[in-house]
């Protein structure tokens, strides 16, 4: 099953820099595209979402670009702060059934 | 904040014995789910659960497994006989009614797994 791909295992920043992670999905039927952000011992916490009918959102300093051509996202974290370091899950959902990415493992370095 | 608690965090079992982790989502919301993170792999949908029935399940829940809800707090998740396979982090999330937007899901800390 492989409906929401997130090609990048892991991603390394410098602080005050943008990090942008990215996702790919085959399911045209998701209506809702989100993302979660886990540390470890932790489960995932919601960060921002997007629906399908729109291209952007945004929130502080996170912002969720949609393409629903491509069939691509995209999270832009700007700045980036150390306390980001985290495992970002790219989820899409149709219904009550959520599809979660492998993840990215974002680095921000001090 | 209100959240979602799971028990318990570590449990270590002998393949082919039986394995209850508990849930207890949070006390408004409406839909629970579990999930399962073998380890460096992503986060599967196992099940949805919504008024005292299954709502939709994956191809990962099969007879081995199943939920309950017994008494309107606790949301379990019973494995019936344990394989290898099957270690994993288990994580539990509930969801209010999402109305017209997205579906949040709340998740607990998870349950350990540990099958030998």
């Known amino acids: 099953d492989q409906q929401v791909k997130q090609n990048s295992p892991s991603l390394s920043v410098q602080e005050g820099r943008i990090s942008i992670l990215n996702c790919d999905y085959t399911n045209s039927m998701f209506d809702y595209f989100l993302w979660y952000k886990k540390y470890p011992a932790e489960g995932p916490t919601f960060l921002i979402s997007i629906s399908s009918i729109k291209d952007k959102n945004e929130d502080g300093r996170f912002t969720v670009f949609l393409n629903k051509s491509a069939k691509h996202l995209s999270l832009h974290i700007v700045p980036s702060q150390p306390g980001d370091s985290a495992v970002y899950f790219c989820?899409?959902?149709?219904?009550?059934?959520?599809?979660f990415g492998a993840g990215t493992r974002l680095f921000v370095k001090a | 904040e209100p959240e979602v608690t799971q028990t318990p965090s570590h449990q270590v079992t002998q393949m082919g014995q039986e394995v209850i982790l508990r849930c207890v989502p949070i006390s408004n919301h409406l839909y629970f789910y579990w999930y399962r993170q073998i380890l460096g792999q992503k986060v599967e949908f196992l099940v949805s659960f919504y008024n005292n029935e299954i709502s939709e399940k994956s191809e990962i829940f099969d007879d081995q497994f199943s939920v309950e809800r017994p008494d309107g707090s606790n949301f379990t998740l019973k494995i019936r006989s344990t394989k290898l396979e099957d270690s994993a982090m288990y994580f539990c999330?509930?969801?209010?009614?999402?109305?017209?937007?997205?579906?949040?899901?709340?998740f607990g800390a998870g349950s350990r797994l540990t099958v030998l």
């Open positions: 999330a509930s969801s209010v009614d999402r109305g017209s937007g997205a579906n949040v899901l709340t």
């Open positions: 989820a899409a959902s149709v219904g009550f059934k959520t599809i």
